[in-house]
């Protein structure tokens, strides 16, 4: 019962993680239609941009601050740099190139830092919390961990229901010329959800570090787990991400708990085709009617 | 592509004209016989003299690597006609090999089937394992396929680590290498059977790229709906696709551990399946000539880079990331500049060529050069002059 327990928390904790990765995705998708496959790779490269910070004396806050800005900063550089050029060409381009962005900044990150797993500091302690008079998988950290993506999740569904800005991003990924015709900046509202994405991807960085050996490749199995959570969700709702990531957590904690934790991939795998097949547009997406 | 109605009557001209119109008979490649069979083969041959000079003048170290190059070849001869002339696309191509390369190395170590049968084995295999793939990625649109292959390339190695009594763990299982007739080098005899098996993929490739099949498989890349209307069965034509895809990926993979002596899946990662999409583009995808240039910048790539990082003197372990950097750097390049790759640019050149010997004569021939030629100007979107046509005939009855 304990080590079943013990399972359930860790995947609710890496859960969370993948629920911030899947609202990366999902927030890109929204807004320019693709999948950046690079989100996990950009994550990786500003955690270690903090890692760097924090070598060099610098407190764990402002080195976090910082890799959340520096996310949004690249987020929204890549966005005018590479997506933008790449509009009204057939869909399958710009998500290569987010796959070549894939393995450059790998690339960059080996170089500098070089392929040798490390350990990342955690912001709060990672023994876990004694409830009556055991001792849970379920750390202080952990419990920053939910809090933060939660807060995350909310943040974003509060702006795109209750703010202005959120209105008019919404309008611009629903229709673009329209929304041009209406006034609405529509490039910049795509930056901006871009900024936003990289920024939430910088976040999962920096709480799944921690967790895990700390090397330039750290993301690449995320990513894809995120990827399920953002299918599993419907790749569009913030909610549906949130959902996805808990049950695909938790579905990988189980398979790692009590088959083994080299088939976790293969599992998620096999989840990801399921949901495809049976309910290819999520548990939380409405269909969309393609015409030709 | 009918040439009777451009063929000129030679004897009634003046010699100028006569002339010009044996530049463009050349231009249009019709010193080649007109069917496929023939031509391909033909090409085999004159590929296999290359490629026996080549061998018999360089020495034993590149006698590996040429053999590399092959290898590469097939596997990216099979990943272009997936993608460039069906549309779909993989990232998990290193995992096909996996398959490939180790059942040639369990085949070696149980059961006594001979080179040919444990390398059509291991193809058959991988090839099994793609349509398995292939199934539910017909049903996908790209970007959940990418997700989907991506995890493969993921996840599959790690099976090898579960299941270590069988596939070796780590260290992985050990291949011995064909043994070579006479006074041959084995380096030098397994290079050429691996450049002759490369010959034989393509040729059959390019065979089936001008089949019924390839017709198939480029209607379904242009539009799926136009072409399930014309009678073909779109899922299966896919499934077929990455089924031979896969097959060359395999095949590919056995093939490149008789070089290394050992299967493990370290030699497999991820960045690998994306080096091979690299090198896909780079060359041009769709393009079966174009492999080549894929197929040498994959592997002459580490050495350059090497080499580079010394000239900068960055450390020896930024060497191994600079590759995989280049290939990133040339994925982007490829899609925001020219994403019919290197062949595409040599084409360009050859077009524009012609045209300045041969004068304006040629701009009558229909469609120039590129018409027999089945090359995308997206990665995966039609640009050939007729599917051209096929698309504003498209946007025709959209709109």
Redesign the interface.
């Known amino acids: 019962m304990g080590l079943f327990v013990d399972i359930l928390l860790s995947g609710v904790a890496q859960g969370m993680v993948f629920a911030a990765i899947a609202l990366a995705l999902g927030l890109v998708s929204r807004a320019t239609g693709?999948?950046n496959?690079a989100q996990g790779a950009m994550g990786m490269f500003t955690t270690f941009i903090a890692f760097s910070l924090l070598s060099d004396g610098v407190g764990y806050w402002p080195a976090f601050v910082a890799a959340l800005a520096l996310g949004a900063v690249l987020g929204a550089a890549v966005e005018r740099t590479?997506i933008r050029?790449?509009q009204g060409?057939?869909?399958?381009?710009?998500?290569?190139?987010t796959?070549?962005?894939?393995?450059?900044?790998?690339?960059?990150a080996?170089?500098i830092w070089?392929?040798v797993a490390r350990g990342f500091p955690a912001a709060f302690s990672q023994r876990g919390l004694v409830i009556g008079r055991t001792r849970v998988a379920f750390s202080h950290f952990d419990v920053f961990l939910v809090c933060a993506v939660v807060v995350l999740v909310v943040a974003i569904v509060a702006l795109f229901r209750w703010t202005n800005l959120g209105l008019r991003m919404r309008a611009a990924a629903f229709s673009p010329e329209v929304s041009r015709l209406l006034g609405v900046r529509v490039g910049r509202l795509f930056t901006l959800a871009w900024a936003l994405a990289c920024a939430a991807g910088s976040l999962a960085g920096l709480l799944v570090a921690p967790l895990s050996s700390f090397s330039p490749?750290f993301m690449?199995?995320n990513l894809?787990y995120g990827?399920?959570a953002a299918?599993l969700g419907g790749l569009l709702s913030p909610v549906g991400a949130l959902v996805g990531g808990l049950v695909t957590g938790l579905a990988i904690a189980l398979v790692g708990g009590y088959v083994?934790p080299?088939?976790?991939?293969?599992a998620?795998?096999a989840l990801?085709?399921l949901v495809?097949?049976v309910r290819?547009q999520g548990l939380f997406g409405t269909t969309k009617v393609r015409r030709? | 592509m009918t040439a009777s109605h451009t063929r000129p009557d030679a004897e009634a001209r003046p010699s100028g004209a006569r002339a010009r119109a044996a530049l463009r008979r050349v231009a249009r490649r019709q010193w080649l016989p007109n069917q496929p069979l023939v031509r391909h083969l033909i090409l085999f041959v004159v590929g296999a003299g290359l490629f026996y000079v080549l061998t018999v003048s360089v020495g034993a170290y590149n006698d590996y690597q040429i053999g590399e190059i092959a290898v590469y070849a097939i596997v990216l001869g099979g990943l272009s006609v997936l993608t460039g002339l069906n549309g779909q696309f993989s990232l998990g191509h290193g995992a096909f090999m996996i398959i490939g390369a180790y059942t040639l190395a369990l085949l070696q170590l149980h059961a006594d089937v001979g080179l040919v049968g444990e390398l059509v084995i291991a193809a058959v295999i991988a090839a099994a394992a793609g349509a398995v793939v292939g199934v539910p990625a017909a049903r996908l649109s790209p970007p959940y396929l990418a997700g989907v292959t991506l995890m493969l390339a993921l996840g599959l190695p790690q099976l090898s680590a579960q299941y270590g009594s069988v596939f070796g763990g780590e260290q992985g299982l050990t291949t011995t290498p064909p043994a070579a007739p006479g006074t041959l080098s084995p380096e030098r005899w397994l290079a050429w059977i691996q450049l002759f098996c490369a010959l034989v993929v393509l040729v059959l490739l390019a065979n089936l790229v001008r089949s019924r099949f390839g017709r198939a498989f480029r209607a379904v890349r242009d539009d799926d709906v136009a072409a399930a209307v014309s009678g073909i069965h779109v899922a299966r034509t896919k499934v077929l696709a990455f089924t031979v895809s896969a097959g060359c990926a395999g095949l590919g993979g056995a093939l490149l551990v008789l070089s290394t002596g050992v299967v493990n899946v370290g030699e497999f990662p991820l960045s690998l399946s994306i080096a091979l999409l690299a090198a896909m583009v780079f060359g041009g995808a769709g393009s079966l000539v174009g492999v080549w240039w894929g197929a040498v910048a994959l592997v002459y790539m580490p050495t350059w880079s090497t080499s580079l990082s010394q000239h900068l003197s960055l450390g020896t372990s930024a060497a191994a990331y600079l590759s995989d950097a280049f290939f990133g750097v040339v994925l982007i390049i490829a899609m925001l500049v020219s994403p019919a790759g290197v062949q595409g640019g040599v084409r360009r050149i050859g077009q524009l060529l012609w045209r300045t010997v041969a004068g304006p004569a040629l701009e009558s021939a229909p469609n120039g050069l590129a018409a027999r030629d089945g090359t995308p100007s997206g990665v995966a979107g039609g640009g050939v002059a007729t599917d051209r046509m096929n698309q504003e005939t498209k946007e025709r009855s959209r709109s």
């Open positions: 693709i999948v496959f590479l050029p790449l060409k057939p869909a399958l381009n710009p998500v290569i190139v796959i070549g962005l894939l393995i450059v900044l790998e690339g960059a080996g170089s070089g392929n490749y690449d199995l894809v990827f399920t299918v083994g080299d088939l976790q991939p293969i998620a795998l990801l085709l495809l097949m290819p030709v």
